[in-house]
């Protein structure tokens, strides 16, 4: 089992920290998004799971804090805005999805 406290790993604005990657499975990333920054409108080739561990986000239409859980389908577009200086875990899986340029065709 491997396991981590979300709030004390150590992952620095602009340098996500992968926690765990398995190929078919998932990747699990730890992301650090400073208030007023964005991750602009985007499309991923896996579902998109994203959890708010700290501060306040815009995420998909709604805005919250520590307990916002979104999930978004292969290749939906979303956005991630921080109102305060955030601290988000997203899921990606299954990865890589089809269509990703690191997957096996």
């Given at each position: 089992m491997e396991h981590w406290d979300l709030k004390t790993v150590d992952v620095q604005p602009?340098?996500?920290k992968i926690?765990?990657?398995a190929r078919?499975?998932?990747r699990s990333?730890?992301?650090n998004l400073p208030a007023g920054e964005s991750?602009?409108?985007h499309q991923v080739?896996?579902?998109a799971y994203v959890v708010v561990i700290e501060g306040e986000v815009e995420l998909g239409g709604q805005t919250g804090g520590p307990g916002l859980a979104?999930?978004?389908d292969p290749r939906e577009r979303h956005a991630v805005t921080a109102r305060?200086?955030?601290r988000l875990l997203l899921v990606l899986a299954p990865w890589p999805g089809d269509g990703h340029p690191g997957a096996r065709d």
């Open positions: 602009h340098q996500p926690l765990h990657s078919g499975e998932a990333i730890l992301i991750m602009q409108e080739h896996e579902r979104a999930v978004f305060s200086d955030a």
